[in-house]
């Protein structure tokens, strides 16, 4: 079977699109990377994607007036990279309806939050002050608001007492690390269908038992 060739776009250290380059050079892996994306020339993560031998194309959003334009940019240097399909990882631009609309059900995103909790900056933040006993991350494919969109994968990650947001960040890093991969398998087998606002899955047993935080006795 075709891997499906994917684009990652970023805007920072690119830890994900790591996770997602290590996933991808597995044999048998159903996906590649064929193209990252930065609109910040100075995006660590562009220096992984150049040591995976990956092609690499910085579009400056600060050079075009409007979204639209850069959009559109966007999609063309995408679809002249060979681009099927579009992960986003750290990337901090929002896309506009248009976009979104070119690529149906072919953008996935991840989100340091079990949405549809906590959206937008500051998840971790949003967390703690919540006082909630589980957060954990999100993949999901996008829609044009703000994280938003059907879910493929969540991880529930604990509070621990005495976290600040580096260490639970840190934590829910980790657990992003292995659910991006798995969504983009469960996305490039086919086996994720949207259905309205769902995505059923193929093939998937489901959680296996409860995560209860503090740990009941
Ligand atoms: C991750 O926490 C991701 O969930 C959020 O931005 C961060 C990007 O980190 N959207 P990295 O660049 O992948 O290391």
Not at 76 to 96: D, N, P, V, Y
Not at 178 to 200: I, K
């Amino acid at each position: 079977m075709a891997r499906l060739k994917c684009a990652v776009l970023i805007s920072g250290r690119g830890s994900n699109l790591q996770a997602l380059l290590d996933a991808c050079a597995k044999p048998g892996f159903p996906a590649e990377i064929v193209a990252v994306v930065s609109n910040r020339a100075d995006a660590g993560g562009l220096e992984r994607a150049r040591a995976a031998g990956v092609a690499t194309r910085v579009i400056d959003h600060r050079e075009f007036a409007e979204r639209e334009a850069f959009d559109a940019a966007l999609d063309a240097a995408l679809r002249k990279m060979g681009a099927e399909f579009i992960c986003l990882a750290g990337f901090m631009r929002l896309l506009g309806a248009a976009f979104v609309t070119a690529w149906p059900n072919r953008i996935l995103n991840i989100h340091p939050s079990l949405l549809p909790a906590f959206k937008g900056l500051d998840s971790h933040e949003q967390a703690l002050a919540a006082g909630v006993r589980l957060t954990g991350c999100t993949v999901h494919f996008v829609r044009a608001e703000l994280d938003d969109g059907p879910i493929v994968v969540q991880a529930a990650v604990p509070v621990h007492p005495g976290d600040d947001t580096e260490r639970l960040a840190a934590r829910v890093l980790e657990a992003e690390h292995r659910c991006y991969p798995l969504a983009l398998r469960l996305v490039a087998e086919d086996r994720a269908r949207v259905e309205g606002s769902r995505v059923v899955l193929d093939g998937t047993t489901g959680a296996v038992s409860a995560l209860i935080n503090p740990e009941p006795g």
